[in-house]
């Protein structure tokens, strides 16, 4: 049921160190003093070691009765009737009703069985379905399950100290690796096999990790059978999100085509391309010279893709499209927690922490349960959580910082381009060696800041804040990173949208930072720069981040291998075992970096859409590979996870639902202000549907204060002081009236929506009560016998 792995590495060259003799002794106590307790438990234990005795391998296993007695304290669920497989792909039941093929199907070998199940009880084995089979009525997941729970709750040293479990264990040295078997190799035998003749790793393999299978539906009884539902939710979610990108990829696809087949009408790129030097622009910097508004010509154009009524369409679409994806999968949750029997995992089944149970002061009763449980007092959790709430607001202040100084490196870099070559060799140069070198900078800084992060936030969680349940924990870890990959991602993106070139001031009266002029938005405008950053992270980082996830684990497991034949030799005899051959894998790192890398995308594709409506279609085609190589990895290189419960993806959705909710407001403002798009409607309103004169509108006269270049132009609604026009004010007016509008109207939208669509189906809802007709019946005798004590200790009391 599961290994444990500890090597002797290096024991000869160490000799001569005092400590390192002590240090091992040290965990070689923790080491027996660990498998005694263990034993004492019921495990039974099995020791071998590889030809040189360098790797010591100890395989435990749980017999009948300890399987039996702590599936009821696990609270496990007991098959009791046997139901049909709900098919809950909708496309396929569409499809099936319109009796197109559909390509998508196909037939798995082994699929498990549904079943309405209620809570194990020892007393009522005759109850349920397959109890006198003893050596298949536990799944090994169950059995895996099981033996963890002993291995976490298991003490080695001093409670007191939290000397408790294998994962501290883990942390201090004594073992190398803890992790329940493959069921077998996952290659296909070289002879033909039926394929009802496959173990659940092969059938995973040939029907879910090949790339041919990139349009298959995924196998998700299959998943959570041999993963467990908490990587099986995960799955379901990735597939999910990615077949509802498809309606977004196709609208926004054809609304940058629809802008692509309008360019020819743009009359304001038409009056800049033809402008010649009519439009005489004031210099970008104090030793730059004036320049000719015609010369931003190829940007004007290709503005326009990003900057149409279109694109507002869009944003309105992708608002409505992520609350309509999320209360779509709240049902879709919901049925997969009851079809995985989750559904009350976190409220009734979930146990407390091994380390919170040793480290709590205090024992009471659960006020669900009515069982005695460890417990922490909330006012003191409470002061250790405000303490470590310090440790995000220093790290938050670490990424401004750093934003500000690469808001400076851009402004020197700019200066300099300008100074030199012609204009066209300007632009070219700022935007595509200082963005680029913004965003990229980002991204590699982003690894040092992330890891030393995590680590501080895995530290404070674990050992300080004290979370009962490793739900609990899980999310407030997932929270404080998220939050930090917030500012750390998104603030790049949100100062290109709406603080640069806000504080620019004008001619004479430049504003300043740092006694550098602030930094002004490009000749095309900030939206195409914003425009450009996005399709350097939907493009260049998910693409590297792809390359990363199918090398990386390639070549961890060569350093794997190495560093394994150093310890045992080259030389081996024997075949190896099926726990060696495991031990070679990767050890699995969890879903966190899994989820964070869609979330992030998740909000760069509703956040700032107006601005890139390409970038729901390059989602959905990273989301394709995305599913086949976290498969791949899961199935054919990773060793087995330890299969968790869950009863959904946790505060991941909670994160999802502020991103959607976000969105609106920030598409709102950047419609209303970083777009032309309301400019450009008040022109048309009051002087002309054609849009003749508009740039000429849009462009302010220098200041006769400013004397370097008298009579120069510079984009902004001011007169010949420098004061804001009335054309300025109602245009302020129109864009705050517009933001209004445009969230009211989403948001009332949103909660129509949210009303009209159930988080639970209403089908499910009569499965539930089914369900527990039948646990009722299954536990009738156990319920009698506690109402007729009930009654005794009432008449007595009385």
């Given at each position: ?29 923790w ?36 399987l ?7 609270i ?7 139901q ?28 498990p ?48 100290r ?7 264990l ?7 690796a ?76 054809f609304?940058f085509?629809s ?47 990003f ?20 209360e ?24 407390p922490?091994p380390?919170?149970a ?10 669900v ?97 004290m ?10 870890f997932?929270?404080?990173v ?6 750390n ?73 190495r ?43 509703t ?50 639902e ?9 598409n ?35 200041p ?28 302020l ?66």
């Amino acid at each position: 049921d599961f290994v444990l792995v500890w090597e002797e590495v290096g024991a000869r060259a160490e000799e001569g160190s005092s400590r390192s003799e002590r240090r091992k002794a040290q965990l070689a106590r923790w080491r027996n003093k660990f498998t005694q307790n263990l034993q004492n438990a019921g495990i039974l234990l099995e020791k071998t070691a590889s030809e040189k005795k360098t790797i010591h391998y100890l395989n435990l296993s749980a017999p009948w009765d300890v399987l039996v007695y702590y599936a009821e304290e696990l609270i496990l669920r007991a098959p009791l009737q046997a139901q049909p497989n709900p098919n809950f792909n909708t496309s396929d039941r569409i499809l099936r009703k319109l009796y197109i093929p559909n390509l998508m199907a196909e037939s798995l070998p082994n699929r498990p069985l549904d079943y309405y199940t209620c809570a194990f009880r020892k007393s009522k084995m005759e109850k349920f379905l397959g109890c006198e089979n003893h050596d298949t009525y536990f799944t090994n997941t169950q059995r895996h399950r099981i033996v963890y729970e002993l291995l976490a709750r298991t003490v080695y040293g001093k409670r007191k100290r939290a000397e408790v479990g294998v994962a501290r264990l883990l942390n201090e040295g004594a073992y190398t690796a803890a992790f329940p078997l493959h069921e077998g190799p996952f290659e296909l035998p070289e002879y033909e096999v039926h394929p009802d003749e496959l173990n659940q790793r092969q059938v995973l393999f040939q029907y879910w990790a090949r790339w041919s299978k990139w349009y298959k539906y995924q196998p998700l009884d299959h998943i959570r059978e041999y993963f467990g539902e908490k990587i099986a939710l995960y799955f379901a979610w990735l597939g999910f999100y990615t077949a509802w990108l498809l309606p977004a990829a196709v609208v926004g696809a054809f609304v940058f085509v629809s802008g692509l087949m309008s360019m020819g009408t743009n009359t304001p790129a038409k009056e800049i391309c033809n402008s010649g030097g009519s439009y005489l622009m004031c210099p970008l910097c104090k030793t730059c010279k004036p320049w000719n508004i015609s010369d931003i010509c190829p940007m004007a154009q290709v503005g326009y893709l990003f900057d149409h009524p279109g694109t507002v369409f869009f944003s309105v679409f992708m608002s409505f499209w992520a609350v309509t994806f999320l209360e779509y999968w709240k049902r879709k949750m919901a049925t997969l927690a009851h079809h995985w029997d989750c559904m009350d995992f976190q409220e009734e089944e979930e146990r407390p922490r091994p380390e919170f149970a040793a480290m709590a002061p205090s024992i009471e009763y659960n006020p669900v349960t009515g069982v005695k449980e460890p417990y922490f007092p909330e006012r003191a959790r409470l002061s250790r959580m405000l303490t470590g709430s310090m440790v995000i607001i220093i790290m938050l202040c670490v990424v401004m910082i750093f934003l500000v100084s690469v808001i400076m490196y851009r402004g020197i870099v700019s200066v300099m381009m300008y100074r030199t070559g012609s204009f066209v060799l300007k632009v070219h140069l700022m935007h595509n060696i200082t963005l680029k070198d913004f965003s990229l900078t980002f991204m590699d800084s982003y690894l040092f800041k992330d890891f030393f992060y995590c680590l501080i936030c895995l530290f404070w969680d674990a050992w300080t804040e004290m979370h009962r349940t490793q739900t609990q924990y899980e999310d407030a870890f997932t929270f404080k990173v998220f939050v930090f990959q917030f500012v750390n991602f998104y603030s790049s993106p949100f100062y290109v949208a709406f603080f640069k070139g806000r504080f620019v001031g004008y001619p004479g009266h430049y504003g300043t930072l740092l006694g550098m002029r602030n930094e002004e938005c490009g000749p095309g405008g900030c939206l195409i720069e914003l425009a450009e950053q996005l399709f350097i992270i939907m493009v260049g980082k998910q693409l590297i981040s792809n390359v990363q996830e199918f090398v990386i684990p390639y070549v961890k497991a060569w350093q794997q291998k190495r560093a394994l034949n150093k310890v045992r030799g080259t030389q081996n005899s024997q075949e190896p075992r099926r726990w060696e051959e495991d031990y070679q894998l990767v050890e699995c790192e969890g879903l966190f970096e899994e989820y964070l890398e869609i979330v992030l995308q998740f909000g760069f594709i509703t956040i700032f859409v107006a601005a890139f409506p390409l970038a729901p279609l390059f989602a959905l085609l990273n989301n394709w590979a995305e599913v086949r190589l976290d498969a791949h990895k899961f199935v054919c290189e990773y060793r087995r996870p330890v299969a968790e419960r869950a009863q959904n993806i946790g505060v991941w959705f909670n994160i999802l639902e502020a991103l959607s909710h976000l969105s609106v407001i920030v598409n709102a403002f950047l419609i209303a202000f970083t777009s032309d798009f309301l400019p450009r409607l008040l022109y048309q309103y009051k002087f002309d549907n054609d849009l003749n004169g508009y740039v000429n509108f849009t462009l302010a006269y220098a200041p006769p204060s400013y004397t370097s270049h008298p009579m120069c132009r510079y984009k902004a609604f001011r007169d010949n002081n420098g004061n804001y026009t009335l054309i300025y004010w109602e245009l302020l007016a129109v864009r705050l009236g517009f933001i209004i509008a445009f969230e009211h109207v989403v948001f009332i939208v949103l909660r129509a929506i949210d009303w009209m669509v159930p988080d639970v189906p209403e089908s499910l809802g009569l499965k539930v009560k089914r369900e527990r007709y039948l646990a009722k019946q299954a536990l009738a005798d156990n319920q009698e016998a506690l109402l007729v004590s009930h009654r005794g200790s009432a008449s007595s009391q009385g």
